[in-house]
């Protein structure tokens, strides 16, 4: 009896662990990285180098910026030729520990020229893996590298050199120990690393790794092996680790950790569907659905009342979850949306100043998410914010100026239902409508150009999965979709659907698929996304026209029922 309610124990703890990431893996995993290179670098040298000692690195450097709930990296070496023949491509390795989370890698040149790349081997993502959690051994095959071939804009004769530049971002980085704080207490971080950069050729100079902080963030002492090996020190806020002359290939040295307080949320989406309508007069309807999870510790208890508080001083127009205060909206308060015209605040803001808050919490810092920032570019009409529950009335907005774009943009502080506690998960809504980003094509009649918004309009978290469904007008044809330089990052598939009225024609569907996508990073080499059709004027007046025989007929037929005697 005691053998089968051990088994059954262990298959319900198997099913509800199978496919998430816990500390226990998390912490292995730039070890097993370490394991699979000593495995395989023979069987990788093989397969992928067809020439392995053509090239070698003069210097490399990777600079590691640690941000409030994602990594930035971004890797500088000096490539050289040193053998007879020409050189057009070169490999670069991404160990499992950062693939699995790793955005879209962008490579450029000393001149500045966009490199392109083919992905030789791809990962498979941690949760999709079967992991016993009770044994310790892990298939190896299991956890394979990314390969990426990098096609160089020149060809290396011998002797030549070229910088270049490769950047990514982590989207899951960190972990948070302990799991679980109280909820005036901090929270902090675990965060793994190699201390050398995995790379298929040799450095002749030296070899560097500079890690920077976050502002807000402080080195806490642990007691492991791991703790800051064979970091030098510079300032509270930088640490260094360098090698010199002839650094051998395929080595990612030994694992360090970084142990710090990072009191924000560790949010991200786990799915976002993005669905675009085209009607036939150029009107746009965009609807958002989003799957968020906030992976920040889970809270042990606490007061309603209380958070209730910090939910109002968080969203008051004097302090913001993001970490970023709204410039100019201390008259701003959370507009009614179905009341356009109101200008009353529905959630008095209150006078904080005698609040007796915990002093260990700051105005911008929190592990808990109570608000979400939407930001658009264009004019929209009728903007809705919803959850399975229903509408959510309560919206900040105002119009800014965005330097980087530098044009105005809409800007909506929207809060979930409910504030998002760390282990929360949180399911929504938006929806809007406009009539921007459709051009019509000069010298081409009837051809009709969109120009798909890849981003969604909430860009504050990492996305493991989006989805863009651009359903096109009822009688369009000769879809084109013109994405050369993105078929790295988007997969694309077309189909076909029937909607209302939609007797004796099918709408064509472009559906794009996005894994792992930043969209403050991500979203600027995904700006020239086209989708062209053709749909000929006159079928505009298709479906009115339907919709007025059917009308016609319907009221003739009621007038003859009417006469008709049935006796």
């Known amino acids: ?46 397969k992928y180098m067809k020439k392995p000692n053509s090239l070698i690195y003069e210097h490399v450097s990777k600079y590691i910026n640690l941000k409030n709930n994602y990594v930035e990296i971004v890797i500088k070496g000096k490539l050289k030729n040193v053998q007879d023949t020409l050189v057009e491509n070169f490999l670069f390795l991404l160990p499992y520990h950062e693939a699995y989370q790793g955005t879209n890698l962008y490579a450029l040149d000393d001149e500045g020229n966009v490199l392109k790349h083919n992905i030789l081997k791809d990962t498979k993502d941690i949760e999709e893996m079967n992991i016993d959690p009770f044994n310790d051994d892990v298939d190896l095959s299991h956890f394979n590298l990314r390969v990426y071939e990098i096609i160089l804009s020149r060809k290396l004769k011998l ?11 982590l989207g899951q980085p960190y972990f948070p120990y302990p799991l679980e704080i109280d909820f005036i207490n901090k929270q902090n971080v675990l965060f793994y690393l190699s201390s050398k950069i995995l790379l298929p050729y040799q450095v002749e100079k030296y070899e560097r790794i500079e890690i920077n902080l976050c502002e807000a963030c402080d080195i806490v002492s642990l007691d492991d092996a791991c703790f800051l090996k064979g970091l030098k020190k510079i300032n509270d806020k930088n640490y260094i680790i360098e090698y010199e002359h002839n650094i051998e290939s395929f080595n990612l040295g030994n694992k360090i950790l970084l142990y710090f307080v990072c009191d924000y949320n560790l949010g991200y989406f786990e799915k976002v569907i993005k669905n675009i309508n085209i009607s036939s007069l150029g009107y746009i309807y965009e609807k958002e659905e989003y799957f968020l999870k906030n992976n920040a510790a889970k809270i042990n208890k606490f ?19 993001t970490g970023e205060a709204i410039n100019g909206s ?32 700051t105005d911008k810092h929190n592990s808990i998410i109570y608000s ?23 919206i900040r907005g105002e119009e800014i100026y965005d330097d980087e774009k530098k044009k105005n943009i809409l800007k909506f502080d929207v809060k979930p239902r409910y504030p998002l506690l760390g282990g929360w998960k949180f399911h929504f809504f938006n929806t809007f409508y406009h009539f921007s980003n459709l051009y019509k094509i000069k010298n081409k009649r009837n051809v009709y150009a969109y120009k798909v918004d890849i981003s969604p309009t909430i860009k504050s978290f990492y996305i493991k999965q989006l989805i863009i469904n651009i359903c096109l007008p009822s009688y369009s044809y000769d879809v084109l979709i013109n994405n050369d330089n993105l078929k790295n990052y988007v997969h694309v598939q077309t189909t076909k659907k029937k909607e209302w009225i939609d007797f004796f024609s099918e709408r064509n569907v472009v559906t794009l698929q996005i894994y792992k996508f930043f969209p403050s990073s991500d979203e600027k080499y995904m700006n020239n996304f086209l989708v062209m059709y053709n749909l000929p004027i006159t079928h505009i007046f298709i479906k009115p026209l339907m919709l007025i025989i059917i009308t016609f007929f319907i009221i003739i037929l009621s007038f003859v029922m009417k006469y008709i005697s049935f006796k």
Do not use: A, C, Q, W
């Open 1 to 46: 009896m005691k053998l089968i309610y051990v088994t059954f124990i262990r298959f319900v703890f198997f099913i509800y662990v199978h496919g998430k990431l816990n500390i226990d893996i998390f912490e292995k995993l730039v070890n097993i990285d370490i394991e699979y290179i000593n495995v395989y670098k023979n069987d990788i040298e093989k």
């Open 159 to 169: 002797e030549e050199n070229v910088l270049v530049k490769l950047s990514y971002t």
């Open 303 to 321: 007061d309603r009342y209380i958070l209730s508080d910090y939910e109002s001083r968080y969203t008051s127009p004097g302090g913001s979850n």
């Open 330 to 361: 201390d008259n701003i308060g959370f507009i009614n949306m179905e009341n356009k015209n109101d200008t009353v605040n529905n959630i008095p803001i209150k006078n904080n100043s005698k609040s007796h808050f915990p002093r260990n919490k």
């Open 372 to 394: 979400l920032e939407s930001k658009i570019d264009y004019n929209i009409y009728d903007y809705n914010y919803f959850d399975d529950l229903g509408k959510i009335y309560l």
